[in-house]
């Protein structure tokens, strides 16, 4: 019951809400032994099967939540009933759902925190299935010998759950559209974002991965361009700012060539303070982009200012410096945490069903 992946189709979705159901726990059987010369066979009934859980798991070959929105509804199978001979029916098959590295489970009722499922193969059983019924065998007493009676199974868990993902890498290229964020994404590694010369060509975040001299690999997340007010949500800031939290180091790029890049500059950090504080204060570099042009080598000559690092995506002029630069920056900076607070975590628990007499 996977889904099944259809990247041709679908656009990048980062959000999804979906209803999963648990299967339902086999019947117990009521049944009693019928052999030649046994004329007063006991009781024989099996128990019923345990219902199938829905199981979400972490897969770098997924990238995108959008299976779950096109498909919202999904039930692992019911188990089934117990048979004579105490013959146990057979489990239910689990669903298995594969979702993206850095998928947060919610409750969507409550809006609690069910797991972060932050490294491949990572796995949480986000709806148990339900115990099998006992079968007639157990009730068997001094006082009942042939006991009528078995117990249903317990229905399956069943809620519904916000997916919502947050990509994962060492680097997150932040800063207004246009900034040439996507043209340096292409220069360093070999993704292949969308890119234009006019603003919020990039809609979706977008991964890279850049390879260092000596053979170790970076991932870069290029997030879409941020505008004034992103963290009270202009501009789908809200959703883009959120790519950003599990990013290690943040690298805050402008276009040289603009009106006033520091402007621009402060205005991006702004609104990373405003969204978090922790994020405002993870490590960070700043890249000055379109160095191959005349008013970003003018700015260059007249800035005082150390530590910028200036570049141009075009030429790759200053790109080999900036990589080191972030893997020097990495290489100090702790794992981040995320930039809201930990929600309780849900624990699901079992019932047992009461014994009830057969239908």
Same mark, same amino acid.
């Given at each position: ?5 259809? &990247? &041709? ?15 339902? $726990? ?24 345990? =219902? ?30 117990? #048979? ?24 969507? &009722? &409550? ?9 491949? $193969? ?8 339900? #115990?099998?019924?006992?079968? *007639? ?6 006082? *009942? ?69 000596? $053979? ?13 007010? #992103? ?26 060539? =603009? ?29 000055? *982009? ?70």
């Amino acid at each position: 019951m996977a889904p099944s992946r259809d &990247s &041709s189709h679908g656009s990048f979705v980062d959000s999804a809400t979906i209803q999963v159901r648990a299967g339902h $726990g086999g019947r117990g059987a009521v049944s009693f032994r019928r052999e030649p010369y046994v004329p007063r066979g006991g009781p024989d009934g099996g128990d019923g099967g345990r =219902g199938g859980s829905v199981v979400l798991a972490a897969t770098p070959d997924e990238s995108s939540l959008a299976p779950y929105v096109r498909r919202k509804q999904w039930r692992a199978e019911d188990g089934r009933a117990g #048979a004579g001979g105490l013959k146990s029916g057979r489990s239910g098959a689990d669903a298995r759902l594969a979702v993206p590295v850095g998928t947060a489970l919610y409750d969507d &009722s &409550s809006g609690a925190l069910l797991a972060d499922l932050d490294a491949p $193969g990572a796995e949480f059983v986000v709806a148990s299935g339900g #115990a099998g019924g006992r079968g *007639n065998v157990h009730f068997k007493s001094s006082v *009942n010998r042939a006991p009528q009676i078995a117990e249903p199974g317990l229905p399956g868990a069943e809620l519904g759950v916000r997916l919502e993902l947050r990509l994962i890498a060492d680097a997150g290229l932040i800063g207004p559209p246009n900034a040439g964020k996507s043209s340096l994404l292409r220069a360093i590694s070999a993704a292949t974002p969308r890119v234009a010369d006019y603003p919020f060509t990039t809609l979706d975040p977008q991964l890279g991965v850049a390879e260092l001299p000596d $053979g170790r690999r970076m991932v870069v997340a290029d997030i879409p361009g941020l505008i004034e007010g #992103a963290a009270r949500g202009a501009g789908l800031g809200l959703r883009f700012l959120r790519h950003v939290e599990r990013t290690r180091v943040l690298v805050y790029m402008v276009d040289g060539s =603009g009106p006033d890049p520091w402007a621009d500059l402060a205005a991006i950090q702004r609104e990373v303070a405003a969204y978090s504080l922790d994020l405002a204060r993870r490590p960070s570099l700043v890249a000055v *982009n379109k160095l191959d042009l005349p008013e970003t080598r003018a700015l260059r000559r007249r800035t005082r200012c150390r530590g910028i690092h200036w570049v141009s995506a075009r030429t790759a002029e200053g790109v080999p410096e900036l990589l080191q630069a972030i893997d020097r920056e990495l290489a100090a900076a702790p794992p981040p945490r995320p930039a809201e607070p930990a929600a309780p975590v849900i624990r699901l628990r079992r019932r047992r069903a009461p014994a009830a007499p057969p239908q």
